[in-house]
């Protein structure tokens, strides 16, 4: 009997969840909005790049801050380490009647403990372990390391300790070259590397191999340029893939430059680069409409320049005044709505896990701290020397403003998809961005995050914005009169 006929219920419960899901990700979307996002998050990324050009050797070249030898020893040797989930590894089976004994005799000397292993074979292994826990208060074989089998391996172990002050892990080096080479990592990275997972870094970048200065600038001037074109929509899927490349290029070789913004900034041209976002507010629909009322001219001309014989050539069809709704513009948008719900949700329930977020005073450690507030403002100082004075005024206020936070952070993602919520949260989340561009700033920062929460924007909205902002709306889109009778077009096609 097939589910449908054993229980409708749930299969039109399953049917309405599917169609539901395919809605969600799969419905044609006008790429207004996401047009607009890659304007602005171009906008800041070109800052960004061309801010490098007056220290770019500094940042980037083989003498930096952090040079080039420095980041490549990062590249290839930086440790990562996984911690066993019990604490402790599970003992495997004693083997032949002397290690069932030890381990019978182990277990009644100390009951509960885990016994450690590998198990002794002889007496004389088991004089050593013992010797060795005798002088030194604990087991060498806390790492598994199997029992010495030669002289050099014991002095090895008790040098091991001496140094370290804790047993050496397996397996035991080879020579006296791999000895060193043992001790050199340990004082680089403070750890043994035989207890790392793994090491090195799974990164690229052009700034690991382009050293030259010269050559460095012409890179960066490429970079610089393609960022430009991005910016304004020209060849968008092919600038879209190089700027987010070269944005990469940048913080993996300068990490000690790396801040919040450049890791949004990623995030937003990765799903730039997925999604049609040239498809609007671009050169590339006005290239697009250009071609479609010049081909028959351009190739008409280019066959007389060649002496070609003349043929017949229509006109192609002219884009619609307002960009096509697609499946890629919903999938990327959708893509970066949930990415931000999962931002704002981690960051709420992160603060949660310390002590200054519940009592109000987290606020307070941010617009008192010398390294963001613009404690230079004489009247900044005095409006803290205010507060400070009116115990009931500074209770409330940072108190009230934590609260904000932590329920703006938390609520974002189950209240900013409802219609009668949507403008709250988003009112909320310019009121927090401007105050952390103000108290901290962290400008760059915060329009970025600003520029995240515009996935949320409808397309209508987005449309009105571009026709406020800066006074060149007609030349990123069509006129005002035009738009509500594709408008409707557009709404009757996506069946909302």
């Known amino acids: 009997m097939k589910k449908s006929e054993a229980n409708p219920t749930a299969a039109k419960l399953d049917e309405r969840m599917l169609r539901a899901w395919n809605g969600f990700w799969y419905t044609p979307a006008d790429p207004t909005v996401l047009g607009l996002i890659r304007l602005c998050c171009g906008l800041i990324t070109l800052y960004t790049v061309m801010a490098y050009s007056f220290n770019l050797e500094d940042f980037f070249g083989e003498h930096a801050w952090w040079s080039l030898e420095d980041a490549r020893k990062q590249l290839n040797e930086k440790p990562y380490t996984v911690h066993a989930l019990r604490g402790y590894d599970l003992a495997p089976a004693p083997v032949g009647p002397y290690q069932t004994e030890h381990v019978r005799e182990f277990e009644a000397r100390f009951p509960g403990q885990p016994v450690p292993w590998p198990y002794p074979s002889n007496v004389q292994d088991l004089r050593f372990a013992q010797d060795f826990e005798e002088q030194y208060g604990v087991d060498f074989r806390v790492f598994h390391l199997p029992f010495p089998e030669t002289e050099e391996q014991r002095a090895y172990v008790y040098r091991y300790m001496n140094k370290r002050k804790q047993p ?14 043992i001790d050199d990592y340990i004082r680089h990275y403070e750890i043994d590397p035989r207890l790392v997972y793994h090491q090195g870094k799974t990164i690229w970048s052009l700034w690991f191999h382009i050293t030259d200065p010269l050559w460095m600038r ?7 340029m393609s960022t430009f074109l991005f910016t304004i929509g020209c060849g968008t899927r092919i600038t879209a893939v190089l700027t987010w490349i070269g944005n990469l290029s940048y913080i993996h070789r ?3 430059v790396l801040f919040g913004v450049d890791t949004m900034m990623t995030i937003l041209l990765l799903y730039l680069m997925i999604g049609p976002s040239g498809a609007a507010v671009s050169v590339d629909r006005h290239i697009a409409r250009w071609w479609s009322e010049n081909r028959a001219r351009i190739i008409g001309r280019w066959r007389s320049f060649w002496r070609l014989p003349a043929i017949d050539i229509a006109n192609g069809v002219a884009p619609p005044e307002l960009p096509e709704p697609s499946i890629s513009a919903n999938f990327a948008m959708r893509l970066l709505q949930v990415h931000v719900c999962i931002i704002y949700l981690a960051a709420g329930l992160s603060k949660l896990l310390g002590p200054a977020w519940w009592n109000g005073t987290a606020v307070w450690n941010v617009i008192a701290n010398y390294e963001f507030a613009p404690m230079q403002w004489t009247m900044y100082n005095e409006f803290l020397r205010l507060l400070g004075r009116n115990q009931l005024v500074f209770s409330t206020l940072l108190t009230g403003a934590c609260y904000f936070t932590l329920f703006f952070e938390i609520g974002y993602p189950f209240l900013i998809w409802r219609p009668a919520t949507r403008w709250l949260i988003l009112g909320m989340a310019i009121v927090l961005h401007a105050l952390i561009g103000l108290f901290m700033g962290l400008k760059t920062f915060s329009l970025m995050m600003l520029v995240m929460n515009m996935a949320f924007l409808k397309p209508e909205e987005a449309r009105w914005l571009i026709r406020k902002g800066a006074g060149f ?3 990123l889109w069509p006129p005002a009169d035009k738009a509500p009778e594709t408008t409707t077009a557009i709404t009757a096609a996506r069946g909302t």
């Not at 050496?168 to 080479?181: H, M, N, T, V």
Request: glycine share 4%; net charge negative; charged share 30%.
């Open 473 to 475: 709306g007609n030349w």
């Open 218 to 224: 012409v890179v960066h001037t490429l970079i610089v």
């Open 254 to 256: 300068a990490e000690m």
């Open 168 to 181: 050496p892990p397996p397996p035991y080096p080879r020579d006296a070259d791999e000895e060193k080479r």
